[in-house]
């Protein structure tokens, strides 16, 4: 069963503009991941944030993390064309060897 | 250092053939998954192994088998292919279970087209 929701499922915003993805989760989790996928590629992993931590940076990037309402969202900031792909949260349980993966996000950046 | 091979890219199946998909990886890697994605549904696990000739059942193992006799390949097999193996498959590979819980050491292949008539 999938672990992580993204909402929302499609975005399309402008060169520039900000965008936000959230993902909601059922279980609790040791870590929250978020990947982007070009189209017709593989998965590149962006930023992982900690059950502990509640805000991560990195670059344009900025992921928060509420565990209590298990949820995660990911901000793009000053977006860019090259920015349009598809972006997917990932969980990883405590103990588990496994990443579940949410059915995706599809975010369109116009120039 | 090539990361992780996937072959072949694109394969064309009739109903009831067999056939294998290889990913090899040259990180020296323990962990290796085999998931399959389809459109609206995300990446769901079919398959992964922990170490070399040990593997384990993901979300969707049924129609599949896999093997792990060397530590740098994970072959994924279908024995008799169905229409709803139509997918494309991604295998990922990172190096133990402390590089799952930082995330960034975890590698994913280029995708394996597969369909099924």
């Known amino acids: 069963s999938q672990q992580g929701e993204e909402d929302p499922q499609a975005l399309s915003i402008q060169e520039g503009e900000n965008a936000t993805m959230n993902c909601s989760y059922k279980?609790?989790?040791?870590?929250l991941q978020w990947y982007r996928q070009n189209s017709g590629r593989g998965l590149v992993h962006l930023i992982l944030?900690?059950?502990?931590?509640r805000e991560k940076h990195s670059g344009r990037l900025r992921v928060t993390l509420d565990t209590s309402k298990k949820s995660s969202s990911l901000l793009i900031t000053a977006s860019r064309a090259a920015d349009t792909a598809s972006y997917f949260c990932?969980?990883?349980?405590?103990?588990?060897?496994?990443?579940?993966f949410g059915k995706g996000m599809k975010l369109t950046v116009n120039p | 250092n090539a990361g992780v091979t996937q072959t072949p890219k694109f394969r064309v199946l009739k109903t009831g053939q067999s056939m294998t998909l290889l990913c090899a990886q040259d990180?020296?890697?323990?962990?290796m998954y085999w998931y399959r994605q389809d459109p609206g549904m995300g990446l769901r696990l079919i398959h992964y192994?922990?170490?070399?000739?040990?593997?384990a059942k993901g979300e969707v193992p049924d129609g599949y088998n896999v093997s792990r006799l060397k530590k740098q390949n994970f072959l994924l097999g279908l024995e008799s292919a169905a229409p709803s193996q139509t997918s494309v498959y991604f295998c990922?590979?990172?190096?133990?279970?402390?590089?799952?819980?930082?995330?960034?050491?975890?590698?994913f292949g280029e995708g394996s087209w597969l369909t099924v008539v």
């Open positions: 990932a969980t990883n349980q405590g103990g588990s060897e496994k990443l579940v």
């Open positions: 944030i900690r059950s502990n931590e």
């Open positions: 279980t609790s989790i040791n870590n």
């Open positions: 192994s922990v170490g070399e000739g040990t593997t």
């Open positions: 990180m020296n890697h323990e962990y």
């Open positions: 990922a590979s990172h190096a133990n279970r402390g590089k799952l819980y930082t995330g960034n050491t975890i590698y």
